[in-house]
């Protein structure tokens, strides 16, 4: 009874093994490529369970679904001799299993191959465009020629090229520098050009002020001139008028102003008493 149990259970553990060597099955993310010593001989496309020839053939599986590709950051030389580090990646997809098993093996291989494939395109299509173009207006335009390309290349591996897309576009290190002094030469030229307009107008209104100042002061000097010649004017003729009436009071009046101009409080003068000045003095002694 042990005996035929032991035999029972050698039996399923082979039928199992027989029948995992024989049996396979297919995701539908995937496609599945039957190896027999080496060599391909079919190729699986259908999801689903899949018999092959025990031990002597072996599925190898890809992926069906669209892959990503992040390539590492290349220096690239423009059309106007600029030099920029580029970081692209890029969507592809393995269209046709069997080329691709005999051209590049795994996706490893496929990765290394779409590497050299899109750099290369890169390259002949950025060397026909400027810096300011790459990195503005032309960047779509270029990103589609490079795509199909590339994808025209890669065809011959089993790729399909997706899409191929820029994420950054840089300058190395010493054009930056070079770059960034450029700039900052700029900004001082334009600096001192806005500070050379900002005197010019400031030399302007200053002068516009002085001039205003000249011709206001002027204004006021021949309108106080004016006004003084005509006080003067009337203040002669009120004397002229007053020595008409009364010579002698007015010649009295004239003197007692003077007297009280000359003669003020603390004041020595040491004159002849014979002279006119004090005539009205004597008078009144």
């Known amino acids: 009874m042990k005996k035929s149990m032991y035999i029972v259970g050698i039996a399923v553990v082979v039928l199992l093994i027989v029948a995992n060597a024989t049996f396979y099955a297919v995701h539908q993310t995937q496609y599945a490529i039957i190896v027999q010593l080496g060599k391909p001989v079919r190729v699986v496309l259908e999801p ?151 005197q010019e107008e400031s030399l302007k209104v200053k002068a516009a002020a002085d001039r205003d100042r000249t011709i206001i002061l002027a204004e006021a000097y021949k309108t106080g001139e004016e006004m003084k010649g005509e006080g003067d004017a009337k203040s002669i003729k009120i004397y002229a008028q007053a020595f008409e009436r009364d010579p002698q009071f007015y010649d009295f009046i004239r003197s ?8 003020k409080k603390g004041t020595t003068v040491v004159l002849s008493p014979e002279m006119d000045f004090f005539k009205y003095f004597r008078q009144s002694q």
């Open 256 to 263: 007692l102003e003077a007297y009280k101009k000359s003669l």
């Open 48 to 198: 689903g369970l899949h018999m092959r020839a025990p031990f002597v053939q072996q599925a190898t599986y890809f992926d069906n679904r669209v892959l990503e590709y992040d390539a590492a950051p290349a220096e690239i030389l423009t059309k106007d001799k600029k030099n920029l580090v580029l970081d692209n990646y890029s969507k592809w997809r393995i269209k046709a299993p069997l080329k691709f098993y005999k051209t590049v093996k795994n996706e490893a291989g496929g990765r290394s191959r779409l590497d050299d494939i899109i750099y290369s395109q890169l390259r002949v299509q950025l060397g026909l465009h400027n810096l300011n173009e790459i990195i503005s207006e032309a960047r779509e335009n270029i990103m589609k020629k490079v795509t199909a390309s590339s994808n025209i290349v890669a065809n011959d591996y089993g790729i399909e090229v997706v899409d191929v897309r820029i994420k950054r576009a840089d300058l190395p290190p010493e054009n930056e520098r070079h770059v960034f002094e450029r700039m900052r030469a700029e900004r001082e030229r334009q600096a001192k050009k806005y500070r050379s307009e900002g």
